[in-house]
């Protein structure tokens, strides 16, 4: 089971950092990360994703890609977002992330203070993505596979503008939704959609 009051070894090179991408917004799925970082191979530059230009965000994420010792990506669908509550998808998303990973870690790092259930040691740390350069690099790497996922929206749904506001609630998105209704892929349980369903 999870526990958020174990020491963290620093040193312990199989740390696993856990982020995600995409709670907030309107559309899409919430994405998660986990990366174990090779110690002996440092990454230069890795920082909480927000703070990260978009061009130097895909950079890092083909630089952790190649020099991390384990990483992977997951998702939780928008029927799971809907269906369960976005807290608990977010959770999910970070569960199947930390699944994936081809190397068993032996303590998890997780960004926020909330843990999804594991079968290995977490502790939950805020602002982790800012603290943790496993979990910066797992916000890196959450970030832009869920922009990737929202670039391809737009090519599949043109009227809205995925490529900019990355499903957020934005104007422009509201105006779009106003304008060509609610598709598939929004969150329907999420306050402003309720009004146009």
Do not use: C
């Not at 350069?133 to 832009?144: E, M, Y």
Request: aromatic fraction near 6%; hydrophobic fraction near 45%.
């Amino acid at each position: 089971m999870a526990t958020n009051n174990i020491a963290v070894d620093y040193h312990n090179s199989f740390i696993a950092g856990v982020d995600e991408a995409g709670r907030g917004p309107l559309a899409g799925p919430v994405v998660a990360a986990a990366v174990i970082l090779d110690p002996l191979n440092p990454i230069a530059g890795l920082a909480d994703s927000k703070k990260l230009s978009e061009t130097r965000r895909n950079q890092l994420s083909l630089i952790i890609r190649q020099s991390a010792l384990s990483w992977s990506i997951a998702a939780a669908s928008v029927a799971e977002i809907d269906g369960l509550n976005i807290l608990q998808a977010t959770l999910l998303a970070m569960r199947r992330a930390v699944e994936g990973l081809h190397v068993l870690p032996e303590q998890v790092l997780v960004d926020g203070n909330q843990l999804p259930i594991l079968a290995v040691p977490a502790q939950a740390i805020v602002k982790g993505d800012s603290k943790v350069q496993a979990i910066s690099a797992a916000s890196i790497l959450a970030k832009v596979e869920r922009d990737r996922l929202m670039y391809d929206y737009h090519t599949q749904y043109p009227d809205f503008s995925f490529h900019r506001h990355k499903g957020y609630g934005t104007q422009q998105h509201l105006a779009e939704i106003h304008q060509y209704g609610v598709l598939d892929i929004h969150r329907k349980t999420f306050k402003p959609l309720k009004k146009y369903l």
